[in-house]
């Protein structure tokens, strides 16, 4: 029912257009300029005070047809990670990808363009469907922070698909909970050749802290990381100071706690073991911690009436899907924590935040097949 060359062309259009995160402007005007050619409502909220980006996520509504059926709610994220500027999309063998030096984007221009071909086919076609509620977000990439921002006030939809994820074949219903923790080890700084027993190496201190903690894979459900170090400044200087970020994630919030717990105490164990007696007077290494919550676990019930309906789509295309539980977050985590039961839809976007990301055109065709169904379902879902 959709039109594979038309969604192909504008996914290439869209992946054109640079975005980086804080920086969708450009983007975002092209989307209210065709979705105001739609007929639909359009405004950019002001999130992008809150996190200083160019423009604030796109809000969109498109009038119904059906005037009884319940409002659905559509979201996909503008951002791309870098390197993400003049990327050069080629269609070779059935997928989209770059010149290899860049990402592609289709994370999540693939979302937009599945989004738009849906619509413009729904109004074309006058296939059935209720008032239409679309958030195109930033920031995505960096936290979350577009869809952290919204105010869900804008919405009357109780339920909705955000579309951010690897395969049609596989809905998204549940995304840990996520903790970043950042950590500045002050030790002592002193000319290592000349009097190293005045000093007391922040590198040190903190290698002996990393290396005590349980990193990586925890249990089937829980993951952890230290994804930056930084420190030290010259090979003759003791340095006093290393700057650690990680994080930790869980389905589970006690586990969650548990390893958050366990990486602040390595940390302070470490610290501990660093303190100095020089000439009658005492002093010794010594950290800060800043621990924050980056987002909140979702898990959506395959009960829920969005999940019921995209099964019984999926059904009548004759596609598999199954239900899944994701390592990673996504704007849903957001909507579904504001009230809204938000899944997550693949589109087909694979390797991404590589210069070897791709997209897969029948799985991005697919994706949209699923949407439309889906919609023109929930038109006489009452
Ligand atoms: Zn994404």
Same mark, same amino acid.
């Given at each position: 029912? $959709?039109?594979?060359?038309?969604?192909?062309?504008?996914?290439?259009? =869209?992946?054109?257009?640079?975005? =980086?995160? #804080?920086?969708? !402007?450009?983007?975002g005007l092209k989307l209210k300029k065709d979705?105001?050619?739609?007929?639909?409502?359009c405004f950019f909220d002001d999130a992008d005070k809150s996190v200083n980006a160019n423009v604030g996520n796109l809000i969109v509504k498109?009038?119904?047809?059906?005037?009884?059926? #319940?409002?659905f709610f559509l979201s996909a994220h503008m951002d791309t990670v870098g390197p993400g500027e003049g990327i050069k999309p080629r269609i070779e063998d059935g997928v989209i990808k770059s010149d290899g030096t860049t990402i592609l984007g289709s994370d999540d221009k693939s979302g937009l363009a599945v989004i738009v071909e849906v619509l413009r086919t729904l109004k074309e076609k006058n296939l059935p469907h209720g008032n239409m509620e679309i958030a195109f977000t930033i920031c995505e990439e960096i936290g979350l922070l577009g869809a952290k921002h919204i105010d869900i006030k804008?919405? #009357?939809?109780?339920? /909705?698909?955000?579309l951010d994820s690897s395969s049609p074949s596989h809905?998204? $219903?549940?995304?840990?909970?996520?903790?970043?923790?950042?950590?500045?080890?002050?030790?002592?700084?002193?000319?290592?050749?000349?009097?190293?027993?005045?000093?007391?190496?922040?590198?040190?201190?903190?290698?002996?802290?990393?290396?005590?903690? #349980?990193?990586?894979?925890?249990?089937f459900e829980?993951?952890?990381?230290?994804?930056?170090?930084? /420190? /030290?400044?010259?090979?003759?200087?003791?340095?006093?100071?290393?700057?650690?970020?990680?994080?930790?994630?869980?389905?589970?919030?006690?586990? =969650?706690?548990?390893?958050v717990e366990h990486m602040r105490k390595c940390i302070q164990d470490a610290v501990n073991n660093y303190q100095l007696t020089h000439e009658g007077k005492t002093s010794g290494a010594k950290a800060e911690e800043y621990i924050e919550r980056t987002y909140d676990r979702m898990d959506v019930s395959s009960e829920s009436t969005v999940t019921k309906l995209v099964n019984e789509a999926v059904r009548n295309l004759r596609y598999d899907i199954e239900l899944i539980a994701s390592g990673g977050g996504c704007d849903a985590n957001?909507?579904?924590? !504001?009230?809204?039961?938000?899944?997550n839809l693949g589109t087909g976007m694979k390797d991404i935040h590589t210069v070897n990301e791709y997209l897969v055109l029948e799985e991005f065709y697919r994706a949209a097949d699923i949407l439309l169904e889906t919609i023109t379902l929930n038109a006489y879902n009452q």
């Open positions: 029912m $959709i039109e594979k060359q038309r969604i192909t062309e504008y996914v290439m259009d =869209l992946i054109r257009i640079d975005s =980086l995160s #804080r920086k969708e !402007k450009d983007i979705m105001e050619e739609m007929g639909g409502e498109l009038e119904g047809n059906k005037t009884n059926a #319940r409002p804008n919405f #009357r939809s109780k339920y /909705g698909i955000v809905l998204v $219903i549940k995304c840990p909970s996520a903790e970043k923790l950042e950590f500045k080890v002050h030790g002592l700084e002193a000319h290592a050749g000349v009097c190293p027993e005045k000093g007391i190496s922040a590198i040190k201190v903190a290698s002996e802290a990393i290396s005590n903690m #349980r990193l990586g894979r925890i249990d829980t993951t952890a990381n230290i994804g930056v170090i930084r /420190g /030290g400044l010259a090979t003759n200087i003791i340095p006093n100071y290393v700057h650690i970020i990680g994080e930790a994630r869980s389905h589970n919030e006690e586990k =969650l706690r548990n390893q957001f909507f579904n924590k !504001k009230g809204m039961d938000c899944v």
